[in-house]
């Protein structure tokens, strides 16, 4: 259960409801999913996520596929439920097979462990690793 109600679109206030038609419009679709919708609450706070996810989002250097790869695995890293399901299904949009799925599970959960045994062990980062000694 949230700790915030979802604000259907005749309770969201008119800058809330620009968002909502902004998102909308990006995704090609009448759905504004439950994260933004409990974010209404602050129009503020929803305008600076929605403009700051867009532009992070965005083609760059990264393929939007890897940067959904990356935002599943953050997620599952912090625990958050809600973003694993919606970057999984945005990631599926974008080209995401079973087999890369599958591979991505198996990088997260290499990572856990590996980053648990470092962690346990406190062992030293190798100075060649660290950005002022490297080549």
Same mark, same amino acid.
């Given at each position: 259960?949230?700790t915030?109600?979802?604000?259907?679109?005749?309770?969201?206030?008119?800058?809330?409801?620009?968002?909502f038609?902004?998102?909308?419009? $990006?995704?090609?679709?009448d759905?504004?999913?439950?994260?933004?919708?409990?974010?209404?609450?602050?129009?503020?706070?929803? *305008?600076?996520?929605?403009? *700051?996810?867009?532009?992070?989002?965005?083609?760059? &250097?990264?393929?939007?596929?890897?940067?959904?790869?990356i935002?599943?695995a953050?997620?599952? $890293?912090?625990?958050?439920?809600?973003?694993?399901?919606?970057?999984?299904?945005?990631?599926? $949009?974008?080209?995401?097979? &079973?087999e890369?799925? &599958?591979?991505?599970?198996?990088v997260?959960?290499?990572?856990?462990?590996?980053?648990?045994?470092?962690?346990?062990?406190?062992?030293?980062?190798d100075?060649?690793?660290?950005?002022?000694?490297?080549?």
């Open positions: 259960m949230g915030v109600r979802l604000l259907s679109d005749e309770e969201a206030s008119a800058e809330a409801l620009a968002v038609d902004e998102i909308r419009a $990006a995704r090609g679709t759905y504004v999913n439950n994260f933004w919708r409990a974010l209404a609450h602050d129009p503020g706070l929803l *305008r600076a996520t929605w403009d *700051r996810l867009r532009a992070v989002m965005a083609p760059g &250097a990264l393929d939007p596929l890897v940067k959904e790869l935002y599943i953050v997620s599952t $890293a912090n625990g958050c439920e809600y973003c694993v399901h919606s970057h999984t299904a945005a990631a599926r $949009a974008k080209g995401m097979t &079973a890369m799925h &599958a591979e991505l599970l198996a997260i959960g290499m990572a856990a462990q590996t980053n648990a045994l470092v962690t346990g062990l406190q062992t030293p980062v100075d060649m690793f660290k950005a002022d000694q490297a080549p």
